[in-house]
């Protein structure tokens, strides 16, 4: 954690703020870094929005630590699914959108001897959008074997 001093004219006292980061760097170039962050401000707010995670309601420190580690994660793993595995009429997907319309979605799975289905309403997403996501994210498995 980096905290953040501003100085603004006219004020009497400055502004403080905190950046949370697991960067290892210098505080004076974690705060250059995070300055030139451009549309970052636009992922906060979405973050905020779409996974709540501002949303800090325990009452003990480690335990809200924790609760925004995993919405950090949940939001990260929502941001690849966005940009690696989303066919490109939906990549504009906000992370609300994709939640709401991928993740949050009630499935049945039906077996039958060697096959495995997944039913769900067509109103979430169509059944060839849901294949072209599930073969691009099958698609990225060999970057992962070569590790």
Same mark, same amino acid.
């Given at each position: 954690?980096?905290?953040?001093?501003?100085?603004?004219?006219?004020?009497?006292?400055?502004?403080?703020?905190?950046?949370?980061?697991?960067?290892?760097?210098?505080?004076?170039?974690?705060?250059?870094?995070?300055?030139?962050?451009?549309?970052?401000?636009?992922?906060?707010?979405?973050?905020?929005?779409?996974?709540?995670?501002?949303?800090?309601?325990?009452?003990?420190?480690?335990?809200?630590? $924790?609760?925004?580690? /995993? =919405? @950090?994660?949940?939001?990260?793993?929502?941001?690849? &699914? +966005?940009? %690696?595995?989303?066919?490109?009429?939906?990549?504009?997907?906000?992370?609300?959108?994709?939640?709401?319309?991928?993740?949050?979605?009630?499935?049945?799975?039906?077996?039958?001897?060697?096959?495995?289905?997944?039913?769900?309403?067509?109103?979430? $997403?169509?059944?060839? /959008? =849901? @294949?072209?996501?599930?073969?691009?994210?099958?698609? &990225? +498995?060999? %970057?992962?074997?070569?590790?």
């Amino acid at each position: 954690m980096v905290a953040k001093v501003e100085w603004h004219a006219g004020e009497l006292f400055p502004r403080v703020g905190f950046i949370v980061t697991n960067l290892s760097w210098h505080a004076k170039t974690v705060v250059r870094f995070y300055n030139k962050r451009g549309t970052a401000e636009n992922w906060i707010k979405e973050g905020k929005q779409a996974v709540n995670w501002t949303r800090l309601s325990c009452h003990e420190f480690k335990d809200n630590e $924790v609760r925004l580690q /995993l =919405f @950090a994660l949940a939001y990260n793993l929502g941001n690849f &699914l +966005r940009r %690696l595995a989303l066919p490109r009429r939906v990549k504009h997907w906000s992370l609300t959108t994709l939640r709401e319309k991928l993740i949050k979605i009630g499935a049945k799975i039906v077996r039958h001897a060697r096959y495995v289905f997944f039913q769900m309403a067509e109103v979430a $997403v169509p059944r060839e /959008l =849901f @294949a072209a996501i599930l073969e691009r994210i099958v698609r &990225l +498995r060999p %970057l992962m074997d070569t590790g």
